[in-house]
């Protein structure tokens, strides 16, 4: 479907080659409205400044990615991991992110029921300190490819269940095509989500045939097989209106000149998103 860029959104990580000063002065030159900050981009930087410059820019910072990685066999380490939470909240606050994703997290040494405990456990021990930097958080289900050691939350059932049994208007869901477009369940869990005041924000990409490599094989939209406008047409049905976000681990695009590929992105945002 045709569409105006006023709700395109590209993360960092899309064009990875580029600083995240090239980034800012970049997208904002392509008309590009939104962007999502990988926390790997302010390394060594103020985040107040690289807020700043968001901000001058005329850009929108829409979510910092990524909070989460709870669950682990020891104790140690399980704080270790609140504890990055909490710098990644003042990270948020500090950028003026509104939102942290939560990649979620799983150990091949925990058992999938007992990570899921785990993560629900990290994201209300962190909840309190997001409440008071006026920071959401988002769990994003992940493809159950990742379910080894990436994310326990697979589906986007189980993120509203999670959810729901939190029960904080701090915490929502993330859905991601690549992750959930395979679900027979997912017209009825998005307006699950959207019913239930959950929906926080919107990934966008595709799933390309083959896929080459599991984490940084992805495709532009269109060069795959996900229906994304219909997915889009069931978030907004939900009463989404927030930023369609480009979301992209690809190997064979970040190898290209980033200007083309941008080109490319809003080519492909209008004709197949
Ligand atoms: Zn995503």
Known sequence: ???????????????????VEEAVDQY???GIKGITVWRQWLEGRDANEVGERIRSAGLTMV?????????????TARRAAIDDNLRAIDEAAAIGAPLIVLVCGASPDVPLSEARKQIQAGIEAVLPYAAANGVKLAIEPLHPMYADSRSAINTLKQANDMCMAIGSSLIGVTV????????????????????NGLLFSFHICDWLTPTA??????????????????IRGWVEDAG?????EVEIFSDRHWARDQHEFIHDIINAYQEHS
């Open 28 to 30: 904002a030159a392509a």
């Open 240 to 244: 989404y209106s927030g930023f369609n």
């Open 1 to 19: 479907m045709a569409d105006d860029l006023s709700r395109l959104c590209v993360h960092t990580i899309t064009t990875r080659p580029w600083s």
């Open 213 to 230: 490599d599991l984490l940084n094989g992805r495709g532009l939209m269109g060069e795959g097989c996900i229906p994304i406008p219909q």
């Open 176 to 195: 991601d095509v690549y992750h959930l477009w395979w679900d027979p369940d997912l017209a009825f869990e998005i307006a699950r989500c959207g019913a």
């Open 63 to 75: 979510s910092l990615c990524r909070g989460g990685f709870f669950p682990a066999s020891d104790l």
